[in-house]
């Protein structure tokens, strides 16, 4: 078939799934009968501090079973201060796949440490064990129970993670590669809010996870994020530094350290708060979308959809469109016909390793993800029919 017969194809799947759905990428859910509790909320002018954030951070805790949930003004800043909890200073290098959101990259950077840039893998388009493995196992040497890259000299100190559009990275294998390597695992959860691995919510395998709960996350607060922990020592601590290091007291504004203006306010919590009431429904809604474009898409041989990997639950955020090698040049003409019919789909970020002020960085081999990267596709994915 002629590429142009193809890519209006394509695009009238999409339209015929998202008829009476949100074109968007993906857009918050939250009925109109929950407005009146936010209206509470401004009527008592509780915007900064007030009962909500507590809710929320109770809620989260039911959710996730984290023991120590931390709510922050954005999930860049949960990062930033995740970072800051181990520790991270300028003699360390972070290890970040190179598929990643850029607060990554700028929170390690804020901490004046090292990015350090790792392939992913085909299916859950996490880090690829086998190979970072190989690569450690290369270039590293573990000495006094730290990792040293033999080439550059500094401590290889954490690995920030990523569960892409809400699925589950290979938790099982990171886990043992963290262990093998002595690395402290962050996991960034931004997307997952609902995924599961084993059962278990992602973001509380790590020393550390975050949330977001941006305008196009399952879950939005406007701009919000969360630190989950199951460390008392590093969630005491979290608190401090997003309150700018404020000594806890009554009345009395005193700071010891550097701290950060990072809280969530109030009124972004009480709208969390109310959505998360919805949350399964939202899931599940997001499921059923799911299985209509993979029923869509299946007649396409060029065209696979992202399905949760094993021994996981994803929440599916973004759905996902593979396409294959042959057909990767189709895919900004796809993006473009889509744009022209106000169907807003996305690529995923240009790779971290390939941006200018990113590029002398130290990387491993990273041909997967350039492979993988051209053939892309978000497509909307708000679940609108709940109501
Ligand atoms: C993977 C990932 N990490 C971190 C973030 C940062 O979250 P926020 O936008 O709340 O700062 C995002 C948000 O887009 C994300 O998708």
New binding site residues.
Partial sequence: MKNKILINAVVNSILKVVKNLSKELHEPFLPKKEFKFINKTLHNKKFMIGPFVKKFEDKLIKLTKSKYVITTN????A?HISLKLIDVKNNDEILIPTL??I??VNSTIYCGATPHFVDIEKNSLGVDCLKLDNYLEKISIIKKNKCINKRTGKIIKAIII?HTFGHSADIQNILKLCKKYKLILIE?A??AIGSFYKNRHLGTFGKIG?L???G??TISTA???AILTGDKTLAKRARYLISNSKIPHIWKYSYDQIGYNYRMPNLNAAVGFLQLKYLKKILIEKRKLYKKYKKHFSKFNFIEIMDQPKFSKSNFWLQTLILNEKKQNIRDLILKKSYENKIMLRPAWELLHTLNHLKKFPKMNLDNAIKIHKRIINLPSSSYKIR
């Fill in positions: 954005t999930g860049s800043s990062l990643h959101y607060s990554s990523l960034d931004a997307e975050i977001s709960f941006n196009n996350k701009g919000g994020g």
